[in-house]
């Protein structure tokens, strides 16, 4: 049984596999599942720009993870205030491992040896490592030579945009996982006026359902631009 972290696990239920929509990503999703089972690599290095659903497929690792009684641990290493690199004490005894943002480690000499030494005991116990960032691993300024080595082990993937078709795609997929319907109309209609990144779109998804519920409305196109028309004189 690992031992008791000094950190919360940042763990969101509603991010898992089922709830991602892959778009072109199908075969990383793949690759990711088979490296939990043990049937890939023991090491996926996943890279794309912010919005592309990082962080979504690290929590979806550690809940494949718990769902097949293995122990997981996640951590996002962009938050403000990171905290003293000692929490990696005990972290190689998890099986699953998911640092999102690994870039933010960058340059810092105290978090790099620690993440350098538990990076080898993880591997040592052969865990399996998942790490994300915004950019490939030659391309992080990581200065402990052999810790940026280590980072290119195993398999790299990045993630691929999804086009506009996916996109409208995805906000159907995500609303039906909501409990309710927008048509593909809605949906280009919000991608040509509004944010196009997935953490905004699924944040008005959220907002549009509360006000489909209140009014016990459909969302439908006119309603659905009076809805947005009355949130932006509030």
């Known amino acids: 049984m690992a031992q008791q972290l000094p950190l919360q696990f940042e763990f969101r239920a509603n991010l898992t596999f089922d709830d ?5 990503n199908q075969e990383i999703v793949i690759h990711l599942q088979q490296c939990i089972a043990g049937l890939g690599e023991q090491q996926i290095f996943l890279w794309g720009k ?5 962080t979504h497929l690290l929590q979806a690792c550690c809940h494949h993870a718990q769902n097949q009684n293995l122990s997981s641990f996640y951590f996002d290493l962009s938050n403000a205030g990171q905290p003293n690199p ?7 005894e998890f099986d699953v491992v998911c640092f999102d943002n690994i870039e933010c480690i960058a340059g810092n000499p105290a978090w ?3 993440f350098f030494n538990f990076f080898n005991k993880h591997r040592e ?3 399996k490592l998942i790490v994300s960032a915004s950019s490939a691993p030659n391309n992080i300024a990581i200065e402990l030579p052999d810790l940026k080595t280590r ?16 996109r409208i795609a995805a906000l159907i997929f995500k609303a039906d996982q909501m409990g309710f319907e927008i048509a593909p109309q809605a949906g280009r209609f919000l991608l040509t006026h509004y944010d196009r990144d997935l953490a905004s779109l699924w944040a008005l998804l959220e907002k549009l359902d509360r006000a489909s519920l209140a009014a016990k409305r459909k969302l439908t196109l006119p309603f659905l631009k009076q809805i947005l028309d ?5």
């Open 20 to 24: 991602f929509f892959p778009g072109s």
């Open 50 to 54: 912010p919005g592309q659903g990082k």
């Open 86 to 92: 000692s929490i990696m004490k005990g972290l190689d």
């Open 112 to 114: 790099e040896l620690a």
């Open 125 to 127: 116990r052969g865990h």
């Open 151 to 166: 980072l290119n082990w195993g398999l790299t993937l990045k993630i691929q945009p999804l086009n506009d078709s996916d």
């Open 230 to 234: 009355e949130d932006s004189h509030d």
